[in-house]
Each structure stands twice: as structure tokens, then as C-alpha cells.
């Protein structure tokens, strides 16, 4: 497991009054909210005899074991043996770094210096909208998918693409540096899918981007500046599920991008559910006979780099920024 970064893992809005299970990394970690309101983390493992902490309650902010009723604050210490009589031994569950950035949770094994890195337009005035996903996959062919503009031809014909088989001439400008990779294409015409033109006026380019340790991003660049924008957060929740916890941005627009903003999180979510689909029969496929590696084609222009990030390794396109042409 990666340490000292954070990584996204739920809402906050789906931790209020009960606790709530994530997983990181095949750890099972229980959030929950301490006395002052803020987020708590702790492996969802009762130190007693292992039940999970998450099926019991929260009191006082402090959670409760459901199993011998033990409970722990915030900081893991436990604060009660129900049933003891006399000083309380030292005992704690372990406790995670958490923290809460606009609107969600990032969970760390390490001790981050700085805060998490949310989204593309941080700071911006803009208008977002929250999803989560879950998908039965790999962090690499997660962020690949959301990364690759080859597939939308196909995958999701009619919402991202037209329905007609026109393509236009596109150069792709790839370039990286420590712990990310992009590629910027320019050349598309205006988009003839549903959501594209429902959103999206002229696009002047579009940019999509893998930061380490798990962030697929896509630009939209519009002659103004982004005119749509979505940041994902993956995670390998365990081994045979990536979950996401992504931010869709647009300019306000003054008031317009609200009703925008209203229209995309549906359609979004219908575009998540055809990758899912194509996603999880292939991770399948790829269980069912795990000596075969996938063919690396000549469009597929991240991907190698996207797992040399994963690795902990330099991308290439650091080193060596191209640029190739396709027809998109
Ligand atoms: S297992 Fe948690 S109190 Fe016993
Ligand atoms: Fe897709």
C-alpha cells in the first residue's frame, strides 16, 4: 500500500449518525464521527476479538463493539468495558490519518505533510457535483478506461460520440513529469454525442491526465478556459474492486451551469454504468485465463505510463514527451 498519500474513500455525507465500512486496500477501515463532528478512522477490527466496529453504534462520538460493547473515541483510545469495575487498562483499536476535503474523505497510512489533492479546479468558482462508483477491476485498467478516448466510439456511442462513424484528424501531445502523465488532444470537431452537446459549445482541446496515486482527470478546454471537468479518485477497494469518489465541475455560468450541472450527474452515471459493464466482463475474462497479457495497441498512448506511475516509476513521457496523430 502506498503510504503518505490519501486517498479518497467515501462522502462525507455518508457518514452522519452511523458508522460506515470502507475498505483500502483489502483493509477494512470504519469511519465515523467524534465528538466534535470531525471524521474518525479506524481499522474496522474491534482490538478484543476482531468483531467489526462498524456494526455497532455510535455514541457520544465515540463508536461502541457490537460484540462485548467496548467502546473507542476518536483517536482509537478505548473508553469503556461495560461490566469492568476499577481503573480501565490502557487499550486501543488503531486509528488512521483522515481528514475531510470538499465534500469527501481521504484516508492515509502514512502521515501526509500536505493536504489532499482534491480536483482540477480547486479553488475556482465553479459548480460541482459529487459521485461514487465501484467496479469490478484494476486501479490501472480503471483509470485507463476513463483515460481513453478511443473507446467512447463504441462504448458509449450516442452519449460521449455521434451516432455516424466520422472521425477528424487529432494530434495528441503526451507529456509527464514525477507521479503524473497527459495527453492533450487538439483537432476534435464539436462533439455530436448527447452530452457533449448539451454541455459543451466549441472544444478547443481536451486533456486527460493520471496523477499519482490513483487520479484520472478529463479537461474539457472550450476558447474560454474548461468548460467541463471530471476528477476521479480511484482505489483498489480489494482485489477484485476499484471504487471511485469523482468531482464533475463546469463554470456557473450564472445560474445556467446549475441546470447544466442538474443534467450531467444522470448521464454521467449511465456512461459509468457502459464502462462498468465493458470493465467487469473483461476483468472476468482475464481471470479465467491469468497467464495472458493484454496486447498494448498503438492508440493505447497512457497506458504504459499509467503503470510505471503505479509502480513508483518515472513516466516515459517525462523523459520523452511526443506527439502522435489519430483519427478520433
Ligand atoms: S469483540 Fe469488541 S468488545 Fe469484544
Ligand atoms: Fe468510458
Known amino acids: 500500500m502506498t503510504q503518505d498519500v490519501w486517498q479518497a474513500v467515501a462522502l462525507s455525507r455518508a457518514v452522519r ?6 475498505l483500502l486496500d483489502g483493509v477494512p477501515v470504519v469511519l ?30 465515540e463508536i461502541q463493539c457490537p460484540y462485548h460493547g467496548w467502546r473507542f473515541a476518536s483517536d482509537g483510545r478505548c473508553t469503556a468495558i461495560p461490566g469492568h469495575v476499577g481503573p480501565l487498562p490502557t ?40 459521485v461514487t462508483s465501484a467496479t469490478r477491476s484494476t486501479l490501472i485498467d480503471t483509470a485507463e478506461n476513463i483515460l481513453d478516448a478511443t473507446h467512447t466510439h463504441f462504448t458509449h456511442r450516442g452519449l460521449l460520440r455521434g451516432l455516424g462513424t466520422k472521425r477528424y484528424a487529432v494530434d495528441v501531445a503526451i507529456t509527464g513529469g514525477p507521479g503524473w502523465v497527459e495527453a492533450t488532444y487538439t483537432g476534435e470537431d ?24 490513483g487520479i484520472a482527470e478529463l479537461e474539457y478546454w472550450g476558447p474560454n478556459g474548461i468548460v467541463l471537468a ?21 463554470p456557473k455560468q450564472a445560474g445556467l451551469g446549475y441546470l447544466k450541472a442538474l443534467a450531467f450527474k444522470p448521464m454521467f452515471r449511465l456512461a459509468l454504468d457502459q464502462d462498468r459493464r465493458v ?9 479465467l ?25 518515472m513516466p516515459k513521457a517525462a523523459q520523452t514527451p511526443r506527439r502522435v496523430q489519430i483519427a478520433l
Open 17 to 22: 449518525q452511523t458508522p460506515k465500512r470502507v
Open 32 to 61: 465515523f464521527r467524534g465528538r466534535d463532528g470531525a471524521i474518525a478512522a479506524l481499522h474496522d477490527r474491534c482490538p478484543h476479538r476482531f468483531a467489526s466496529l462498524s456494526e455497532g453504534r455510535c455514541l457520544d462520538g
Open 91 to 130: 487499550l486501543r483499536a488503531q486509528a488512521l490519518t483522515v481528514t475531510e476535503a470538499e465534500g469527501a474523505i481521504f484516508l492515509s497510512t502514512g502521515t501526509p505533510q500536505a493536504a489532499p489533492y482534491v480536483h482540477c479546479l480547486t479553488g475556482q468558482d465553479v459548480i460541482t457535483r459529487r
Open 190 to 213: 464539436r462533439q455530436q454525442g448527447l452530452i457533449s452537446k448539451l454541455l459543451e459549445g466549441a472544444r478547443v482541446r481536451t486533456v486527460g491526465r493520471y496523477r499519482h496515486p
Open 230 to 250: 471530471t476528477t476521479f479518485h480511484l482505489r483498489q477497494a480489494d482485489a477484485e474492486t476499484v471504487e471511485g469518489v469523482g468531482w464533475l465541475m463546469g
Open 279 to 287: 470493465l467487469s466482463r473483461a476483468f472476468d475474462n482475464a481471470r
Open 289 to 313: 485465463l491469468p497467464t495472458a497479457r493484454p496486447v498494448i495497441g498503438p492508440l493505447d498512448i497512457l497506458r504504459e505510463d499509467i503503470a510505471r506511475i503505479a509502480a513508483g516509476e
